[in-house]
C-alpha cells in the first residue's frame, strides 16, 4: 500500500495520514507513506509529482517483500494526491524519471478518497502546483487530466467522498465514477453520508471508512492475480 497525502504542501505534510496508515498496518498491510514534490516553485508539479509516485511505486514493490507483501500494490491518494494518484493509475504508460528502483511504476489497484479530478475546480492550488494559469500551462495540464486516459488494461478502481465535503467538490469524484463505468472499468464509488475531507479517513475509537474501500481493492486485485487476502497484524507503517 503506498498513501499519498494531499497539498500542495511541498515536503513534510504526510503527517497527517500517520492515523490512517496505523489502521492499514493494523488491518495486515504493509503500508509505505510516500511523499511527493508538488509545488512547481520548488521543481515539483508536472511531470515530477507523477514521476515521484511512481518512484514510490517502484520502491516499495522492490521492498516490501522484506515485510511480508505479497507482491500486489495498491496506490491510495487523498484530495490533491488522489488526482495525482489518478494520473499515475489511469495512464497505460509509466512515468520514469530518475528513479534508483526498477520495475513496475504503475499500481495494481488504485482508491482516490476525496479527490480532485476536475481541472476546473480548485484553481489556485493547480495554478502553485502547475506554476501558472490555465492558458499558461495547457500543455501539462491536458497531460494531468485523468479523463484524458483509462485506455489501457483496466485495474479495480475504489473511489469515496463525503456528502460535506466542503473543501472539494464530492462533484468530482462522481465525474470520474461516470467517466470510468462508461469504459466498463471494474470502478465503485461510495459516498459517505456527513462525512467531510478528512473524516473518511478519521474514525477515533473506530474503523475509518476508507478502510473498507481499501480492502475491497485489494481483494479484487486477489481475484484477479489469485492472491492471498491479507491477513490481520501489527505490522508499523514506514
Known amino acids: 500500500m503506498v498513501l499519498l497525502r494531499g497539498g500542495p504542501s511541498n515536503f513534510g505534510g504526510r503527517g497527517y495520514l500517520s492515523f490512517f ?5 493494523h488491518a495486515g498491510f504493509v503500508v509505505y507513506n510516500a511523499d511527493f514534490r508538488d509545488l512547481a516553485s520548488n521543481d515539483g508539479g508536472y511531470p515530477t509529482a507523477f514521476e515521484d509516485v511512481a518512484c514510490a511505486i517502484r520502491y516499495a514493490r522492490a521492498t516490501e517483500g522484506s515485510y511480508g507483501g505479497d507482491g500486489s500494490l495498491t496506490l491510495v491518494g487523498h484530495s490533491l494526491g488522489a488526482w495525482v494518484g489518478s494520473i499515475v493509475a489511469l495512464d497505460p504508460g509509466e512515468f520514469t524519471g530518475g ?6 511504476g504503475r499500481p495494481d489497484a488504485f482508491v482516490g478518497l476525496a479527490g480532485n479530478y476536475d481541472l476546473n ?3 489556485t492550488d493547480l495554478a502553485n502546483f502547475f506554476g501558472g494559469s490555465a492558458a499558461q500551462t495547457a500543455k501539462a495540464r491536458a497531460l494531468s487530466n485523468p479523463f484524458n486516459y ?3 488494461a483496466s485495474i479495480p478502481v475504489r473511489l469515496m467522498a463525503g456528502t460535506a465535503d466542503t473543501t472539494v467538490n464530492p462533484a468530482a469524484s462522481q465525474q470520474l465514477y461516470s467517466f470510468l463505468a462508461a ?11 456527513g462525512a467531510n475531507h478528512m473524516s473518511t479517513m478519521r474514525s477515533p475509537g473506530g ?3 476508507a478502510l473498507g474501500a481499501v480492502r475491497d481493492a485489494v481483494l479484487a486485485t486477489a481475484r484477479d492475480k489469485t492472491i492471498p487476502a491479507p491477513k490481520s497484524g501489527r505490522m508499523s507503517p514506514r
Open 21 to 25: 496508515a496505523q489502521q492499514l498496518a
Open 99 to 104: 528513479c534508483l528502483s526498477g520495475g513496475s
Open 121 to 123: 475546480r480548485n484553481l
Open 150 to 152: 483509462a485506455s489501457g
Open 183 to 193: 469504459k466498463d472499468w471494474d470502478v465503485t464509488l461510495k459516498m459517505v453520508p
Open 207 to 209: 474503523q475509518s471508512p
